[in-house]
């Protein structure tokens, strides 16, 4: 059965960076489309950085283009988020996901996730 793991959230000032991983066992990741997730308090959980298994496009939620990375390390079996120049916003617990991709499609942003992490907490103070 696979499994995540997610670490590297932390309480950081506005204007901090930090990067989250996520550890994968039990998958190949680099056959999986994998995506990270965010829920803050009292909101709904929202998609903010997704990657297609196919070809390795990327896609961001708008609020966080520029400023956030999504990257696999195949050899690490290891998906990482770069967050930079972060804001009081962003205040959420992190999760990431991964469904196994289909070589036909280069989607990267996938309608629903088989396998997911527990979270990672991430605070942005101001």
């Known amino acids: 059965q696979a499994q995540l793991a997610e670490s590297g959230g932390g309480e950081v000032q506005t204007g901090g960076s930090l990067r989250l991983s996520c550890e994968t066992s039990g998958l190949t990741l680099t056959s999986y489309n994998v995506a990270w997730f965010r829920q803050a308090p009292g909101k709904e959980r929202e998609e903010i950085s997704c990657?297609?298994?196919?070809?390795?496009?990327?896609a961001y939620l708008e609020s966080v283009k520029g400023r956030f990375t999504i990257t696999v390390d195949g050899d690490k079996n290891t998906a990482y988020l770069q967050m930079n120049n972060l804001k009081p916003d962003d205040t959420a617990t992190y999760y990431c996901a991964a469904r196994l991709g289909n070589p036909f499609y280069t989607t990267p942003c996938l309608k629903e996730y088989h396998f997911w992490g527990q979270g990672t907490q991430v605070t942005v103070s101001s």
């Open positions: 990657l297609s298994s196919t070809d390795g496009s990327t």
